[in-house]
Each structure stands twice: as structure tokens, then as C-alpha cells.
């Protein structure tokens, strides 16, 4: 009787939503599903017609194939793979340091041109690097950062949004704390390290997450500030790979399998940070 | 220090610097008491400025110039705007009118499918909205790059291609269609694929702002009469979740303007097929990375800035608080 009732209570609008929902939830997934049936195609059955879609055999031979021979190619994939994990992690630890360093004195404290810095930061959030590549490429060649690792990490530096998420979340750390820890002869070094950091873990979590999604996927500082091959990352290989298959089944396998690597790194470290991502976002307003 | 002192207007004069003075010192006072604040300020702001700032007042000044990457770039006044304007055949009507196209229909059409999806998630019970969270996002996340290899194969113009098979399989189609090759097709798939992989920072900020909406608001809501869900989202939902929606605004237009480099991973070629795929970013590349002609595309990016200046002001006075609120 108790069971009949709660269904009684589960509306119409309800078992319309889940339905409805899941199925354009699988629609939306069908890409990354089709990514990792493709990765574990061997190369017959790329050629099938009727075309299918799930592996039948599965086998690692793609994967294999990137790291071991990666063939005729002069730099070696594992050199990509190195660039991209060696720059992500310095970009990350540094877009951290910088814009919660930032994004703390904004939060708060007062002091001259704040509110110039405050209308700045505000105005590049809309900000595209896409559309100043050109003065872009002469700064890195003035610094000459062409082939150097700061040639990636640099440009990336400057996150207005990672510091637009942290002023909107930090500001929310009472005051008093502050006042506290003050009052115990914290300076203010100390005050950043152990109140603030610590308080705005969530946010610093975020703020990685979209940082090292954006440095993992990009193929404009590859591309324009590097001429050296060695130098050039992951996702940039990946590319070059896809370039070449508009019109060319095989090897669409082996894409499929460094498409994968891109996607996976990712995808961990959002499912790691999930919960902390939505507890940001909720400071996240433009006020 | 008391403040300053009414003074009788013929003592003004003679006064004047030494108030002058006084303000600098204070000034310089308040800053030198800021000094650790600017030493925190500092590292985020070289940066910002060397790698965001400066380059739009380089671009500005470039697009002034005729400057091909090696001589000094060479005054010529408004010129590259006239031709820009007046002569530029594929800007006028191919990169201009395909950027609003695309950018209209992903930019507000992605942004009310992201709300749309944010709140029929937000109808879940909670444990259960994580999963659909990650279903949403995980194309995003995914990026244009690792997918494009998923978009040729789906979109691969002979009878193996599995969008080309589905639709021979149903009868909707005779003949397999060169999806990615063709004029008349490349712009839909753009947009079609542009919007599948839209969901990302914003739809996860409007997410977040239908949490954080006071539920007590909608049992006082229920009691003046609100009815249906509707209703809820018109009066109690979207108002007390402006902010967020502004961000994701902000977001969505900034991807969608600056756009270009989807129509090259789907056609593996820098300029596409009768330009059918061709946006402000792609004239951009074409004339700085092909043509070395930096000044002319100079000028063709300061317009795009421009453009995306004014979407964005617009964008705040429809999303802004309003007076009273």
C-alpha cells in the first residue's frame, strides 16, 4: 500500500523529465562514446560497411602504435606528451599563485587604482587571445620566448577569469578571520599562505580545473610561438594527425586514440573536483 | 589631519600648490602604505599587462600601419579600415555575415540551451544530477581538438560515413552528401557541433546559480500565488540568478566571437570550400599567417574587439540589476 502510494505520487512531469533527460543525456555522450569505441578499432574494421559504431575486437594495437613507433615521424610522441604535461603543471602551480595572490588584495583591501585594476580585469573577461595573436607573436619574439617553455606558460599566465572567480569567492571569507589572525602578528605573507589559500581551496580547485583544460587543449601557442617541433605539445599532435584524415579512413584509429589521451587527463581531474567545481560557481556572479 | 578648510576665494591662488603638494604627499603616502598589496598585485598584473593589455593598444596602433612582420610597420592612416569597409568582398560577405549567423544562433542559442538543460537537472533529485552534470559537460571538457576526429568520421562524405549511412538506411537521402566539402552544408554542421560542445563554464555557473536561489523564495512565492513552474523560473528563479547569468553570457559570447578554429578542424583546410565556413577569426589568420599582411589584419581584429565590446555592453544593460532591485 505504502509502495503504491509513492508511485501514485511521482507525476507525469517527473517520468517525462528523467526519460527525456537521459535520453538527451546519451545523445550529448554519443561523441565521447563514439571516441573510445574508435581508439580500440583495429584498422579491418575501420573499413566495415556497414559502418558500425561499438568495437567488436577491441585491441590496445593504436595505442601502442602512438608510443612506441609514432613511425616516420622525427619527434617522438612521448616528447609531446612530456611538453604538455611539463608546461600544464607549471602553468597550473603559477596561474594558482599569481591570481589568488591578486585576487586576495582585491577581495580585500583598499588602496589606489583598485578600481582601475577592478574595470580592467572586468572589461578582459570578454577578452579573446584569438584576436591579438599578431602583437601576441611580437611580445613572445621580443622576449624572445620563441622555443622556450615560457613561451607557453606565459600568455596563460594571465587569467583574468581564474582571477574573476577568486575575488567573487574569497570575498565571501569573513573578515574577522582576517582581523584574527592579525591580531596574533601574522604578516601579511602568512596571512595569504595560511588563512586564505587554505579557505579557498574549492575556488583554487576550479580555477585548475579550467586552467589545465584550456593549456591541455590549446594549439595556438604550439602553433605560433614555437617553430622547433620538439617544443610542441600534445594536443597540437594530436591535431596535425586529424589534419590529415578528411579524406583517409585509416589512421582514424590512431587519432581516436590520442583524441583519447587529450580527453582523459581532463575528465580525472573533473570527476576529482566536481563538488568543489559547483561550490565555486555559486560565487561566480557578475555583480 | 582635519579636513580641508573652507578658503576665501581671493587666498585661492597663492594656496594652490602647496595643496597640490599636500594631495601628492598623501597620495604618495597612501601608496607607499600599499606597497605590500601592490607587491601582491604585482606578478598577476605584468602579465596581464604585457600579454592582454598592451596587445590591444599594439593592435590598435598596427591596424594604422601597413606592416608585413619585417620593415617598421608604415603610417597609413584610416586606409586599412576604408579598404576594409569598402573593398574587402569576403569580409562584407562571407566573414561578417557568417560570424552573426553563427555567432546568433550559438552564442543566445547555446546560452538558452545551457539554462534549459541547468534547469531540468536542477528538477533531479540530488544525487542523481552529477551524472547528467558530466553527461553535458564531458563534450566540452573534451574540446574541439580530441573530437574533430569523431566530426570527420561521422560527417566523412562517402557511403561509410555514419551520418551519409543512417540517413541512406531511413531512405531520407539517394545519393551519400559531402557534409564537410560541400558550401551548403559546412555552416550547419559548424553550428551544430559548436553547440554540442558549448556547455562548459557557463551552463556549470548557471548550475550553480539554480542551487544557490533561497527556497524559502518559492514557498513565499506559492502563497502569492505563483501556479506553475514557469511562473517560478519568471519571477523568482531568473531574477535572484542574474549574476550568474551574466557571467555565462559573458562566457558564451566570448567563445562564440572568437571562434574560427572549428571550420579548420572539420575541413583540414585554413580558408574553406566558396569560404562557406569563414569567420572574422579565419579573415584574421588568412591575411596575418598566409598574406603577411599584419597592419590590414590588424585592423580586421580591432573590429572584431569593437564588436565584441558592444555585444558585451548589451549583454550587461539586459543582465545588469536593475535600480530598486
Partial sequence: MALFKRIRKIKAFDVFLVAGLTALALFMLLPIVFIINHAFKPQNELFLFPPTFFVKHPTLRSFELLFLHAGSDVVPFTRYLFNSVFVAGITLALVILFSAMAAYVLAKKSFPFKSLAMSLIMISLMFAPETVQIPRYLIISGLHANNTYFGHVLPYLASPVAVFLLIGFIAQIPNELIEAIKLDGASEGRIFTRLILPLSAPALATISIFTFQGVWTDVETSSLFMQDETMRTLAFYVNSLVSGLQNSVAGQNMAAAAGLLVFLPNLIMFLLFQRMVMATMVHSGVK | ?325
Fill in chain 2, 1 to 325: 589631519m582635519t579636513g580641508p578648510m573652507p578658503t576665501p576665494a581671493h587666498a585661492v591662488r597663492n594656496v594652490r600648490p602647496s595643496v597640490v603638494a599636500g594631495r601628492l604627499r598623501r597620495f604618495a603616502r597612501e601608496f607607499w602604505s600599499a606597497r605590500v598589496t601592490y607587491l601582491f598585485l604585482a606578478p598577476f598584473m605584468t602579465v596581464f599587462l604585457l600579454f592582454i593589455v598592451i596587445p590591444v593598444f599594439m593592435a590598435a596602433f598596427l591596424s594604422f600601419t601597413s606592416f608585413d612582420g619585417f620593415a617598421f610597420p608604415k603610417f597609413v592612416g584610416f586606409q586599412n579600415y576604408i579598404a576594409l569597409l569598402t573593398q574587402d568582398i569576403v569580409f562584407l560577405r562571407y566573414a561578417l555575415p557568417h560570424t552573426f549567423k553563427f555567432a546568433l544562433i550559438v552564442g543566445p542559442g547555446g546560452y538558452a540551451l545551457a539554462f534549459l538543460f541547468a534547469w531540468l537537472i536542477h528538477q533531479l533529485p540530488k544525487k542523481w544530477r552529477d551524472y547528467y552534470t558530466l553527461a553535458f559537460y564531458a563534450p566540452s571538457m573534451a574540446g574541439g581538438v580530441a573530437l574533430s576526429v569523431v566530426w570527420i568520421a561521422a560527417f566523412s562524405g562517402d557511403r561509410v560515413g555514419y551520418l551519409n549511412h543512417f540517413l541512406l538506411q531511413m531512405g531520407w537521402i539517394d545519393l551519400p552528401r559531402v557534409w564537410l566539402q560541400d558550401p551548403r552544408y559546412l555552416m550547419d554542421i559548424m553550428i551544430l557541433v559548436s553547440l554540442w560542445i558549448s556547455f562548459s563554464v557557463g551552463f556549470l555557473a548557471m548550475l550553480a546559480g539554480f542551487q544557490n536561489v533561497n527556497a524559502e523564495l518559492y514557498e513565499a512565492g506559492r502563497i502569492d500565488g505563483i501556479r506553475n513552474r514557469l511562473q517560478e523560473i519568471f519571477y523568482i528563479t531568473i531574477p535572484s540568478m542574474k549574476p550568474q547569468m551574466l557571467f555565462s553570457a559573458v562566457m558564451s559570447i566570448v567563445t562564440t566571437l572568437k571562434a574560427g578554429g572549428i571550420s579548420v578542424q572539420l575541413t583540414g583546410m585554413p580558408i574553406t570550400p566558396q569560404y562557406a565556413g569563414h569567420l572574422i577569426v579565419n579573415h584574421v589568420d588568412d591575411y596575418a599567417f598566409i598574406r603577411f599582411q599584419l597592419g590590414y589584419a590588424s585592423a580586421v581584429s580591432v573590429v572584431l574587439l569593437v564588436i565584441s565590446y558592444l555585444v558585451m555592453r548589451f549583454a550587461y544593460r539586459l543582465f545588469a540589476p536593475k535600480e530598486g532591485d
